[in-house]
């Protein structure tokens, strides 16, 4: 019955394939199909053969072991490639009613192009899903919902989420609020078939809330029917983009405003069209509206000063023919209010492929600085006018050759040499001219200038020899003048009088005032020099501390400390016969007693006089205060003198209460101790003076500073 069933039509018309049934020994009991032709196979080269008659030992080896499986009682599945075809074999056991084992059956049928094709479509899925993970695009499936289906891994370093969180998200979650309302309306117009494809620029947000611009392109996928299955979505990260725009964005702004600030502009000139395009700096210089500019060389050239246009159209010219740069000045007429303004103009010829193309450039307007360089020019010739009417040498050194780089006019005045000798002795004019002696302090000045500072000035005095043989003092002062890129002094510049004549006037001076100190020294006189305007004193003589015992030049601080050494019979009459006339400059004399440093009485005779100047007027006062003690005792031993009758003296630092012959007008009771100070005021019945005595805290001294009033002297 095995070997009939090859006779059956079904078995017999297998489309594609063939059906067999084979026995223990592996041998056909009946083969059928349409596809044994297409093999070189048939029913007769099968049916009583085994596998190892029909077919090659290559192909044994690998059908053998799934017929013995099949006749073992297993089912297999297996494509066996066989005549460069695929085929998909499919055996298993035969069985009898009791479910024994009889035999073994299969189908075997070609799916060469159903596996050609089913490898493709892997082939080409994985070419999407290869595509897809490496692209560094950002790729996502989005469906119809805006939910997120699938997303690659740029997908995910773009946004900061993991595939598993993007998944749970929809378009909206990740969408700028200001953004989404475009990208709805693309999608909505993609699902109504209204477009196919869309683009958008908008604002992701990631994970770490950051704001990423992005390029959307999506379309949607369908299925056969036409329904919507999905929208493929690709994200260009274009933050930086933006960022970069954003910044040209700006720079332009802060050019726009800098050239404005600056008064600068930029140009370029197409010369095979004649077109000209300006900066916005440009059109606030030339006093133009943009909207109105033609933007022709014939238009901004009508704005050119009259006189100037010559010397513009000769530099593009050139600049044309040649390639020379443009490096002109001239002035121009602003369009809108007709000021005169100057500008300079700098261009540059650009070429192609050896061709002359455009001319760009650029302009300044310069007319604060062409009026600066006039009031400057006008400044540098009073200066140097200035500088060759000085009395003094006026010089610039180049310290690295030791030599004159400019002199004024002075300098062969003053010496006495002419311009050729100067000239010949510049570069050792120092060497040749100054004394020896003073070099070395000369030379110090020098160094000291070289190691200063420019605010630095480095005096010097020196002898130098005059061409008629004499030697003349000098008084110079230098200081930086230029430095190299170090810092180093290349230069100085010096300022040198000459003080011959003040040198003179000096050492003169000297001399007059040691014979005067020795003078005032050796004799036994004190002598007082002092100044009316302002009232100060000049020259007191030691002799005068030693009548009185205090540091001299301290008497205009603290004229008490003279006056409470007077003996208080003497002090009304010293007031007003000598200190009064002499604080206002009218000669005065007056003997009085005093008590010196060594507690002795002494008489002494004080002269003032008043000192003219040549103009006349009175300057300085003159006095001197001699010792008559010896004069005054002998005047009472001969009896030409009254002795005076004798009053207790004053104890030192004590005042008396009431002064003599003066009328208090608060007077205290005689101090006990030394507390607060309290004033006592006193006034005289025949002048207009005041005293006012003042108690210290101790009882070792007593002070009493005098405030005068006679006439306008205080």
Known sequence: MLRSAGDNPIVRCFPKGAIIVFDADLRYLCAGGLALPDVGLSRELLEGKTIFEVFPPSFVDVIEPLYRQALAGHESVTDVLYSDRIYAQHLGPLRDDDGAVIAGMGFTQDVTETRRAERELRESEEHFRLAFEYSPVALALIGPDGRYLQANPAMCHLTGYTERQLVDRTVADLTHPDDMAADTAAMAALLAGERSTYTVEKRFLSAAGTVIWGAKSATLVRSEDGSPLHFISQILDITAAKEYAQALAEERRRLREAESIGRVGSWELNTLTQQVVWSSGMFQIWGINPDTFGGDYAGARRQIHPEDVATVDTAVAACVATGEPIRIRYRVARADDGALRWVDVRGEARYEAGRLVRIDGAVADVTDEVAAEAEALAAHSFQQAVISASPDIIAVWDLASWSIVWANRSITELLGYDANDVEDMAGDLTGRLVIDEDKAALYAAVEATKQGSDDDVIPADFRMLHKDGTRRWFSRRAAPLRRDEHGHVTQIVTVTRDTTEEKSVQAALRESEAVFHQLAQSVDVAFLLRSVDPPEYIYVSPRFQEMFGHNPMTIQEAPADTLRRIHPDDLERFLRDYWVPSQAGVPATCEYRIMSSDGAEHWVRAKSAPVASA??????????????????????????????????????????????????????????????????SLASSRRCWTTTLWPRTTASSWTSPIAMRCGSVR
């Open 615 to 680: 103009d006349g007027k009175m300057r300085r006062s003159a006095s001197t205060v001699e010792d008559i003690t010896a004069r005054r005792k002998a005047e009472l031993r001969s009896g030409r003198l009254r002795r005076p009758r004798k009053r207790p003296w004053w104890p030192r630092g004590m005042p008396r209460w009431p002064p003599p012959r003066c009328r208090a007008t608060s007077p205290p009771p005689p101090p006990t101790n030394f507390g607060p100070r309290r004033p006592l």
